[in-house]
């Protein structure tokens, strides 16, 4: 079982940007599809995003697409996550995933099973 650490959350101002970032230990990092999810408070945890484990392909929810971008560097076991034009309905607990080495989905919340614990995002008003 793979290991996940996120990191890079923190209170910033509606409008403004903030990189999170998530390494993978226990496991070839390039081999994994891996994504983000968040959490807002009193709301179920919701996919965000993901990103194919070859080929650097990206797919983005509506609600963060033109806004977020998911990127990974593989010689670093590291998926970064940009947040640019911040809202206060982005404040939750943002989630890195790893879903099932060397598979090509990536698209949906059902094709990931391996999470960190997380790292807080505020977006003041």
């Known amino acids: 079982q793979v290991q996940l650490v996120e990191s890079g959350g923190r209170l910033v101002r509606a409008g403004g940007s903030l990189r999170l970032s998530c390494v993978l230990s226990?496991?070839?990092?390039?081999?994994?599809?891996m994504g983000w999810f968040r959490q807002a408070p009193g709301k179920e945890r919701e996919f965000v995003g993901g990103?194919?484990?070859?080929?650097?392909?990206?797919f983005l929810v509506d609600s963060v697409k033109g806004r977020f971008t998911i990127d990974r560097e593989d010689t670093k076991s590291t998926l970064y996550l940009k947040m640019n034009n911040l809202k206060p309905d982005d404040t939750a607990v943002y989630y890195c995933?790893?879903?099932?080495?060397?598979?090509?989905?990536?698209?949906?919340?059902?094709?990931?099973?391996?999470w960190g614990q997380g790292t807080q995002v505020i977006v003041s008003s």
């Open positions: 226990g496991g070839v990092f390039s081999k994994y599809p």
């Open positions: 990103i194919s484990w070859i080929g650097g392909w990206t």
């Open positions: 995933a790893a879903g099932r080495a060397q598979s090509d989905d990536y698209r949906s919340a059902a094709d990931f099973d391996s």
